[in-house]
């Protein structure tokens, strides 16, 4: 009897999460390919050509033969879309920087702690990663505004005598991507630092190494992988990140997961916002795959 | 070791902490200012906790993300699960290659492109936007964490109990269900908590396949954002930092508790 059941429990097992990932992650991605070959058209859904199957397959390859990469030369000639991406680029790498460098002593002192406490202080880099993103984000617009409380602060203290500008611009952006993703660097961090066998920096100092060559020396190449991890997790997202320039960033501030927003929601022009998605999506895929990599081969390494 | 404890360390993990934890807790704070401008102390009041109460668009979209949430993290637990066990019991069938990356592909995609193209697919096929959109939409990428969590304790899963189970004469799926899913009991109840707080969560994936009628709570949260800072949204902010706060920490005193127990045994 249970010879039978196997095989069936297993189909089972693997093939209703496969499916519903393949028709609602998949094949969403071919629509979105598909729809940046089309025109926009005022219609709903507003693009054109639409695909009816019902009509026979000579009005299907018509519409197919409709198909132009208009929207992606589009792109490519608009100096707005191209600004768009650099930007994202360039602040996700400085965001992965300045969070590596808030993000690594954190973690290193982490492991440095007391036994006791390792497990509480883990607790509390996780904590604020459960508490909503959006939450957070809106407690920095109290901080930043200009009347805000840190400027509040600056002015009690007599630092300042006029109020810092900075809600709205790119710091604010930096400040926003830093704090929300830093668990997400420290994270890995710990796990590869915690693993780490110190008697190693013991051993480089006794041989006569200062203890910030002993760092640089064995510390730090240990942690790498921990390092590479972090940093992937805070640039993927930041790169199309949309909550934090849309609340924290000034309208000269150009990211590309808010110019598809409002290319999506403002202009209603899906097409354009499809190519946008997928020339992302495209940047992206080196990192993505990269990272998966490293996963992978780190969960082989566990079993 | 106890040596390497050094000042450093703890400067770091002074700032480190602050910097997570000021505006948290500065929010917090501020949500019981009396002074509608929210960055001007006018004194202690819970006005705007009664106030919050009283708005029943925010009351109504909390009862949409709650049900969302819960539907969404119960039907994703299940499927992640399942595609943890597939990804770690079945080495080789046709497509596990696809498979295992797209269950590890929405943990990095960017949520605009996520939130696109489902919706891009919801019109495709004439669904219209909604409570059940949003559902899918949130099962979909909640389930990827829940097949990472869940594999994560299944790889250190010890199978013969399990083989022992059916040598002794149960079904396979007995089997599982008495002795394999007690033991990683912890991990899919984790599970269910991210997926929950996933949805709870989400923004920008519910803003595309979401609809009339099926305004979540951060949707509303959001566009209150936009027209400027209020002292409502930080008293509903500092309820939701609230739940999640005790549920995260309910749940690593139960681990914690658990672990000390199974210490206990010989």
């Known amino acids: 009897m249970r010879r039978h059941l196997a095989p069936i429990l297993s189909r089972i097992v693997i093939w209703v999460p496969y499916l519903w990932l393949l028709a609602l992650f998949l094949v969403p991605f071919f629509i979105v390919f598909k729809i940046s070959l089309s025109q926009t058209a005022i219609a ?47 602040i ?28 509480i202080l883990l607790m509390m880099v996780i904590l604020p990663f459960w508490t909503s993103f959006l939450i957070r984000i809106y407690a920095w617009i109290g901080i930043l505004k200009p009347e805000g409380l840190l400027n509040q602060f600056l002015l009690f203290l007599g630092v300042i005598d006029q109020p810092l500008i ?22 890995p961090l710990y796990a590869a630092l915690e693993k780490m066998d110190y008697s190693l920096v013991e051993a480089a100092q006794d041989l006569g190494c200062t203890p910030l060559m002993a760092f640089w020396k064995v510390t730090f190449p240990l942690s790498l992988p921990g390092v590479l991890a972090g940093s992937m997790l805070v640039f993927i997202p930041a790169v199309g990140e949309f909550v934090v320039p849309d609340l924290l960033g000034g309208s000269e501030t150009l990211m590309i997961g808010k110019t598809l927003w409002s290319e999506f929601f403002a202009n209603r022009d899906w097409p354009v916002a499809s190519a946008v998605a997928i020339l992302l999506l495209l940047i992206l895929v080196v990192p993505i795959v990269y990272f998966q990599r490293v996963q992978a081969k780190a969960r082989e390494s566990e079993v | 070791m106890a040596g390497s404890w050094s000042r450093f360390n703890i400067v770091s993990l002074t700032l480190g902490f602050a910097f997570l934890y000021l505006p948290i807790v500065l929010l917090v704070i501020y949500s019981f200012n009396e002074s509608r401008l929210v960055t001007v102390w006018g004194g202690f009041s819970t006005r705007w906790y009664g106030e919050m109460f009283n708005n029943r668009a925010l009351m109504s979209a909390a009862w949409v993300t709650a049900r969302v949430g819960f539907l969404s993290a119960t039907v994703a637990t299940v499927l992640g699960t399942m595609a943890a066990v597939a990804l770690t019991r079945y080495s080789n069938f046709r497509g596990r290659l696809l498979f295992s990356g797209m269950a590890v592909a929405p943990l990095v995609m960017p949520e605009v492109i996520t939130g696109l193209s489902l919706l891009l697919l919801f019109v495709a096929i004439g669904l219209d936007r909604g409570f059940v959109t949003v559902t899918l939409a949130h099962i979909t990428f909640s389930m990827c964490y829940v097949a990472v969590v869940v594999q994560s304790r299944l790889v250190s899963f010890d199978r013969s109990l399990e083989e022992a189970a059916m040598d002794l004469g149960a079904t396979p799926a007995r089997a599982f269900f008495q002795v394999t899913l007690p033991v990683i009991a912890p991990a899919v109840i984790a599970g269910w908590m991210l997926a929950f707080t996933l949805s709870l969560d989400d923004l920008v994936i519910a803003r595309f396949t979401s609809g009339p009628g099926a305004t979540t709570l951060p949707m509303r949260i959001y566009s209150q954002v936009r027209l400027g800072v209020t002292p409502e949204i930080n008293a509903i902010s500092t309820v939701l930092i609230g739940i999640v706060t005790f549920g995260v920490i309910t749940a690593s005193i139960f681990n914690k508790r658990r672990e000390w127990r199974n210490r206990q045994l010989p």
Do not use: H, Q
């Open chain 1, 166 to 187: 900075i809600l709205n611009t790119n710091t604010a952006i930096y400040i926003g991507i830093v704090y929300s993703y830093l668990p997400f660097m420290v994270l």
């Open chain 1, 44 to 90: 709903m859904p507003p693009y054109l050509p639409t695909i009816d199957f019902s009509e026979g397959w000579a009005a299907v390859r018509e519409s197919v033969s409709e198909f132009s990469l208009d929207n992606y030369f589009w792109v490519f000639g608009d100096p707005l879309y191209i600004n768009a991406y650099l930007s994202s680029l360039k």
């Open chain 1, 92 to 119: 996700a790498a400085v965001s992965t920087v300045l969070a590596l460098l808030i993000g690594y002593p954190l973690a290193y002192g982490m492991t440095r702690a007391p036994e006791s406490l390792r497990s």
